[in-house]
Every structure is written in structure tokens, then in C-alpha cells.
């Protein structure tokens, strides 16, 4: 809420001062002192009692509304999203969706879709079924609206990321369609209630659809279209993509051709080549949480545990969802290094032993 902080500034503030409350008692000469922070951004954060205000009606219409705010620091905040530079730093989500799903699959395509489109996601979210996948799309006319209506047909998880506010639906007619998906999936934005939606919204809207997918299938794209767009950021987020083929002669089939051609697509002809690409037909065990030594604090405790959660994190993901600023915890890092409990990589990251 406050003019010129976002996502970038938001993390550089929390990493070099520990949490979103410090921030707002810290001295505008120590706000100076941090990298990339001038008079004017400085000036904003001293006067932020407006912006705080705007944020307490946010906080007051989710509650109202049933929603949740995730915060990049929150637990149940996407975990894909930290290989994403361009990821939101928080989401409004509704529904009792888990954005960290095991297996999460976006299926999106023309607003103008054909009964071959039509049938095709059909018969994909029905043979996904088995793999308990969390299926994504974008709320749209077409392709999108009818993935997330073929998973409420087979009570499949479905998520509709929007371009706009919780309480704006768009298109108006898909109101009671996305009313459904709340109840076993959800809704999710970036953008806070009472924003309508607007053109630059949707390819952004797009983004945290690739973002949040394993895996992105084009059922069927024109030779431009926002489908395409998803296409071309989940390649840039190094997710698989693939595109379903239609008729040479069909102007909805030039997107999904054009993909395939271009080596940006793999060609979708059944969805076990899917499954198998992805390796979803293989079984890995759950991973058994080991008990953590009882004589450390209770901060280095939360460190392991993030670890023990999420594998390896790089220094600043690490002080970022710990809340603990950079200063501090690098000498936490080297004890527990020095006690064998964690193990440095390149790249300033660290895991757990």
C-alpha cells in the first residue's frame, strides 16, 4: 500500500531488517542506510499511516470475506514461487486450496474454444483424476472456464488465478462457477479487494499461473493470445510445457502448432506421455522428519526446521522467511555449520544434514 515499495524493495527491507514491523519504527536515517532506499522511498515509509489504514481494510474484508493474505514469509505461501524472480510477494486467496500441492498442472487455451478444444479438456482432467493434481487456469471464457467446470464435474481441485479482486469476478458470468470452486479449490490474486480488473492485469495475471505449475498444457491458442504468453513465461520459469494438436487448417491451431514446431512445446497426443515426463506414475516415499537437537535456541530450531522443510534456501530466501536480518543470521549459520548440523553450498545456499 505504500507508492514505490514492491516486490523488489519489500524483500530488500525485510532481509535487511527482519520483518514487515520493524520497518515501520525504524528512524528514516536508518531507512537511508539500506541499499536502494533514497529520500523519497524513505519520506513514503515515514508517512505510512494512510497506507497502514488502507492495509487494516484489506486485513478487515478478508476476514469479512472468508480469505486469506499470504505474505512471502507465510508457510503456506507457494513454494514454487521462490525460483521466481517476478513472483508477487503476497496473495489473497479464497477457498480451502493448498498452493503447495503435490502435483499442480495449468490447462489453458483459446477464449473461442471448439468442441475438439472442448472435448480434449475434458478427456485430460478426467485421465488426470488419478494423480490427484491441482489444476489451474485462468477464469477466462473458452478453455479456461471449461477446465475448472470439467474438474467440479469430477470433484478435482481447481484454481482460477484473476486479474482482479476477490470480489470482482470476471467475466460476470462465471460468478457461480468460481462461487464452486471455493469450496474444494479456490481463487487466488495478487490484487487487493476493489480493483477491477485491467488489460495490463492479465498477462500479469498469467505469470502466477505458470509460476504455480509444474507443468502447463495449450489446448488450443491462435497464432497470438494470452495463452501463448503463459506458455513462453513457464519455458522462462523452466517448467514443461505442452501443446495439443489440432488442424493445419483451424486459425486456433496455430498457437499449439507453432509451439511444437518451435521446440517450446511438447506435443500433447495422450496424457500418460504427460504423466511419464513428469514422473508422476513413480511412487517416492514420504520423507520422515528427524528429531532436532534440544540444547539450541529456539531460532536456530526454527532455521533447521526451514531447512528440514524446504531442502536448500539461498542466505537471503533463508532470512526472508525466518524474519531473522542477514547480520544476525549469518553467525547462526556458522555455528550450526560448525556443530554439523547444516552443510554450506555454492551460492551462498545451505541445507541440512
Known sequence: MIPGVGSMYTKTLISHIGSAEKIFSLPKGKLLQIPGVGQVLAQSISNSKDSLLKAEKQMLRAEKENARLLFYTDKEYP????????????????????????????????????????????????????????????????????????????????????????????PTVHKNIAQKMTELGGLATEYGFGTMPEVGFFPARNRIVAALSDVVVVIEAAAKGGALITAELANGYHREVFALPGNLTQSHSKGCLNLIRDHKAHILTETMNLIKLMNWDQVTPEKKEEPLPDHLSETEISILRLLQEQGDLALDDLSWKSHIPLNKLAGMLLKLEMESLIKSLPGKRYKKR
Open 79 to 170: 513454494a514454487r514461487f521462490k525460483e521466481v524472480p517476478d513472483a508477487p510477494v503476497m496473495l489473497y486467496v479464497k477457498g480451502p486450496v493448498d498452493l503447495n500441492a503435490k502435483r499442480t498442472i495449468a490447462i489453458v487455451g483459446t477464449r473461442s474454444a471448439t468442441e475438439y478444444g472442448k472435448a480434449q479438456t475434458e478427456k485430460l482432467v478426467e485421465e488426470l483424476a488419478l494423480w490427484s493434481p491441482l489444476i489451474i487456469s485462468g477464469l477466462a471464457y473458452g478453455i479456461d472456464v471449461f477446465a475448472h467446470q470439467a474438474c467440479l464435474n469430477k470433484q478435482i481441485p481447481t484454481l482460477g488465478v484473476m486479474a482482479s479482486g476477490l470480489d470482482y469476478i470476471y
